[in-house]
Nanobody, 125 residues
Framework: VQLQASGGGLVQTGGSLRLSCAVS????????MAWFRQAPGKEREFVAG????????YYADSVKGRFTISRDNAQNTAYLQMHSLNSEDTAVYYCAANNRLVLTAIRSASSYGYWGQGTLVTVSS
């Protein structure tokens, strides 16, 4: 299984970006997907997750109302649409996948067996 994250870049405060995570190698429909991020000097943290059924998404409190996770099972791709970005959103963003996670496991990095290479998001003031 390979995950390819893309879409990061430099954006001004208040701006928007959309990250993509293309998955290959296994049936995308069976994967729970998530985005994590890691800022310099900080631990990796959960940002958003969505289960394989593409039902209710889950968000960290810090991004709720600003970020939207989605998936396109026909394109084997997950997305993270980010709005109203601020300096605290500056981080390397990683997409992650694992087969059919239970609800209680969605927010934990240790639940995911497959990771993308990370894409850097830098928010400037």
């Amino acid at each position: 299984v390979q995950l390819q994250a893309s879409g990061g870049g430099l954006v001004q405060t208040g701006g928007s970006l959309r990250l993509s995570c293309a998955v290959s190698g296994r049936t995308f429909n069976s994967f729970s997907m998530a985005w994590f991020r890691q800022a310099p000097g900080k631990e990796r943290e959960f940002v958003a997750g969505i289960r394989e059924s593409a039902g209710r998404p889950y968000y960290a409190d810090s991004v709720k109302g600003r970020f939207t996770i989605s998936r396109d099972n026909a394109q084997n791709t997950a997305y993270l649409q980010m709005h109203s970005l601020n300096s605290e959103d500056t981080a390397v963003y990683y997409c992650a996948a694992n087969n059919r996670l239970v609800l209680t496991a969605i927010r934990s990095a240790s639940s995911y067996g497959y990771w993308g290479q990370g894409t850097l998001v830098t928010v400037s003031s």
